[in-house]
């Protein structure tokens, strides 16, 4: 979807800013403004600004600023979109229809995360198996306990070519081909199967932690150690960061962001007990 600059400024000029920030935030009165205790970062003496006339905020202590939509994805956590539809709908505007293709490709990906989500509870059920005892020490050697395994949803791809295939064959052959966990031969004839066979699987989370791809790391000999999804309608590797839905809220109060090498990194600083970390999905 495309919004005009005309309509976002007729967007913010409908809105009163300290009526955004209000509910969240406890603003006192200064003249013609408003002030607080910034949101963005722990102080005691008020340096943050609400401006509703200029239809902006800004903190002089840690140069936090931006408009009533800003506020609701920084302070918030909202994607870009669902500000916007906040906004708009408290301001009786429309927001304007999407191009029918975009809303295609939209309704496509949100039955694909559905696709996705039995995916990892059915690999998280595999490493809590019978089969998942070698997985399972692994993890222990490497000091992952059974909480960490939890919160970052690790699972187990079995070494089968059609472990998965037979297991999830509801969700139907070809929504598994599209999401990148099938393989189909591009010659006619030949069977789809299993992309990830005898890995840990790590899913990897958008911002809004739906899952939308795997990193699967090899338990026994082969080649490539790490195996990550394709690019799909849902996952753009170069666009995407590992444990970014975790990492995002808590970037916004550290006011910084570790980005590390891979899956392992990012369990690790967790394990040191750093909360705003994230990872590039690994070579």
């Not at 509910?23 to 607080?36: C, D, F, H, S, Y």
């Not at 496509?108 to 399972?136: C, F, H, I, K, P």
């Not at 010659?187 to 990193?215: N, Q, T």
């Amino acid at each position: 979807m495309t919004l005009s600059p005309q309509w976002l400024d007729e967007l913010r000029a409908r809105t009163v800013l300290s009526a955004v920030i209000a509910p969240t935030v406890k603003l006192l009165r200064a003249g013609r403004e408003w002030k607080a205790c910034c949101p963005f970062h722990n102080e005691k003496t008020p340096s943050f600004t609400v401006n509703d006339d200029k239809g902006f905020y800004h903190c002089f202590g840690c140069g936090a600023h931006g408009d009533a939509i800003r506020f609701l994805t920084d302070n918030r956590g909202m994607p870009f979109m669902d500000a916007v539809k906040e906004l708009a709908g408290k301001a009786g505007m429309e927001v304007p229809a999407p191009d029918p293709k975009a809303q295609e490709r939209a309704e496509r990906a949100a039955s694909l995360t559905d696709v996705m989500a039995s995916v990892a509870a059915w690999y998280v059920e595999q490493l809590n198996g019978l089969g998942g005892t070698d997985a399972r020490e692994y993890l222990k050697r490497r000091g992952i306990d059974a909480a960490a395994q939890q919160r970052f949803g690790l699972g187990l791809a079995p070494d089968n070519r059609t472990a998965l295939k037979r297991a999830l064959d509801k969700l139907g052959e070809d929504r598994l081909v599209e999401t990148g966990m099938l393989i189909k031969p591009e010659e006619g004839g030949k069977e789809s199967y299993d992309r990830f066979r005898g890995r840990l699987m790590f899913p990897i989370r958008d911002a809004r932690s739906r899952v939308i791809a795997f990193g699967g790391r090899i338990l026994g000999e082969g080649e490539p150690k790490y195996l990550n999804s394709p690019d799909t309608i849902l996952f753009d590797k170069g666009r995407t960061l590992y444990n970014i839905d975790r990492a995002g809220p808590a970037s916004r109060t550290a006011k910084r962001l570790i980005v590390v090498e891979g899956y392992m990194d990012v369990i690790g600083l967790d394990r040191a007990g750093i909360a705003a970390r994230a990872g590039r999905p690994s070579a």
